[in-house]
């Protein structure tokens, strides 16, 4: 298996886990998981790409935010920006901006999948379960 390969493994495994709400396990396998993401094919994006330990320390939340930043200068729409923000403000506590998040999220799903980004891919499990929750968030949200 290639370090791509063990990467996106760990990967998808944390978000299963963080997913169940299993945060001691989020927290076990997160920094190796977070922190081997496809840094050979995204060089940059490997440190803070979704990590979703719900009650990590303000540096998590700092990190993930500028991380989005970073992705977002890159790439305006791309579906990881609104999965570090989401969970970065659910982390704060800041319901309004992780509700936007989520409804960002939805808004620019349907045109980011069809550019067809090989981390959209190689996460696929991922984004249906963000999706998933995005859309419970939507249908509680006040009109």
Do not use: W
């Not at 076990?28 to 060089?43: E, I, K, M, N, Q």
């Not at 790409?49 to 993930?64: C, I, M, N, S």
């Not at 200068?73 to 609104?82: G, N, T």
């Not at 970065?88 to 980004?117: C, H, I, V, W």
């Amino acid at each position: 298996m290639s370090p791509e390969e063990r990467a996106n493994r760990l990967f998808n495994r944390v978000m299963v886990l963080a997913e169940a709400g299993r945060q001691d396990s989020v927290q076990f396998f997160s920094p190796d998981g977070v922190g081997s993401l496809c840094a050979t094919r995204h060089p940059g994006r490997g440190r803070a790409l979704p990590r979703r330990p719900a009650r990590a320390g303000r540096g998590d939340a700092t990190a993930a935010l500028a991380q989005a930043d970073s992705i977002q200068r890159a790439a305006p729409s791309h579906l990881f920006i609104y999965i570090l923000r989401a969970h970065a403000y659910q982390q704060d506590g800041n319901t309004s901006q992780e509700r936007r998040a989520y409804a960002d999220f939805l808004r620019n799903e349907p045109s980011e999948m069809t550019k067809s980004r090989p981390e959209y891919g190689d996460h696929s499990d991922a984004l249906t379960n963000f999706k998933a929750e995005a859309s419970r968030q939507a249908s509680r949200s006040p009109s």
